[in-house]
Nanobody, 132 residues
Framework: QVQLVESGGGSVQSGGSLRLSCTAS???????????MAWFQQAQGKEREGVAV???????TYADSVKGRFTISQNNAKKTVYLEMDNLKPEDTAMYSC???????????????????????WGQGTQVTASS
């Protein structure tokens, strides 16, 4: 019902910046009832972790590891969420995926970043590599 397509990954030197984008498309009913959109990271050999989430009221939450360096934002008209990644570190190297909770009656609790199974729709992911 909802398709998510990410772009913007790549390779940078430590301290560099990247901007990821994720655009939602699909069933109009679901697209118009997005409760929250988030970014997750999964490094090789590690579990997937929540990075940042933006709620439908515009409020945001970040993982402690990225606070002050990453910024999540959205363009509601374009159904797109962005992740501005500054001062990248080698430990940020991972596959980054966007995800959304969408549909009538859905909601996103304050701890949604720790509840990846609550997200019903996922993008294919984009690789981010920061080298020292």
């Amino acid at each position: 019902q909802v398709q998510l397509v990410e772009s913007g990954g790549g390779s940078v030197q430590s301290g560099g910046s990247l901007r990821l984008s994720c655009t939602a498309s699909g069933a109009t009913f679901s697209i118009n009832h997005i409760s929250c959109m988030a970014w997750f990271q999964q490094a090789q050999g590690k579990e997937r972790e929540g990075v940042a989430v933006i709620y439908n009221d515009g409020s945001t939450t970040y993982a402690d590891s990225v606070k002050g360096r990453f910024t999540i934002s959205q363009n509601n008209a374009k159904k797109t969420v962005y992740l501005e990644m500054d001062n990248l570190k080698p430990e940020d190297t991972a596959m980054y995926s966007c995800a959304t909770v969408a549909g009538w009656g859905t909601s996103c609790p304050s701890n949604i970043l720790q509840r990846d199974r609550d997200f019903g729709y996922w993008g294919q992911g984009t690789q981010v590599t920061a080298s020292s």
